[in-house]
């Protein structure tokens, strides 16, 4: 089982709610997370949504301060950030992936016209990235309207 948490671009002022208690401390996330794998064992990965689109804000230096940390509790907790098609390039892979586990990998048939019913381009997609050491596992996007919520 794994846990997400949202990124800024998904936080104030973006929307109207922040990921709580932790907010925009994601290396307080990084650590709370870990700490709780420990006790509930079936916990084995963490992510952080829209990584990709959040790069800016997610430099190697602080992704490296967050998992240092997370990985001083629990080292066999992965890190498996969602990463869109066009952002996993080589200065991609040769910048995060020493730091990631994995990639999620929310396809959405981007390189040729949005599209969730077409899984035709997933392997290629994913074949494409040769340049990229890490596994990764292709899902569907889902999303709730998160309007309803009270």
């Known amino acids: 089982m794994g846990l997400a948490v949202v ?9 109207k709610l922040y990921a709580e208690p932790f ?7 990084a650590v709370e997370f870990a ?12 992510s952080i949504d ?18 240092d940390a997370s990985r001083q509790i629990n080292p066999r907790l992965a890190f498996v950030p969602c990463c869109y098609y066009p952002a996993i390039t080589e200065r991609f892979a040769t910048n995060y992936s020493p730091l ?3 990639i999620l990998f929310p ?23 040769t340049f990229m050491p890490l596994p990764i596992a292709a899902s569907a996007p889902l999303r709730r309207n998160m309007s309803n919520r009270r």
């Open 7 to 15: 990124p800024p671009s998904e936080s104030p002022p973006h929307s």
């Open 50 to 67: 829209d990584f990709t689109h959040n790069l800016k804000f997610y430099t190697p230096a602080y992704l490296k301060q967050m998992l």
């Open 107 to 129: 396809y959405r048939h981007e390189s040729a016209g949005a599209s969730l019913k077409d899984p035709s381009l997933v392997e290629p997609s994913r074949s494409s990235w």
């Open 35 to 46: 700490r709780l794998s420990l006790r509930e064992t079936n916990l084995v990965a963490w």
């Open 100 to 102: 990631m586990d994995g």
């Open 23 to 29: 907010r925009l401390d994601y290396v307080r996330w």
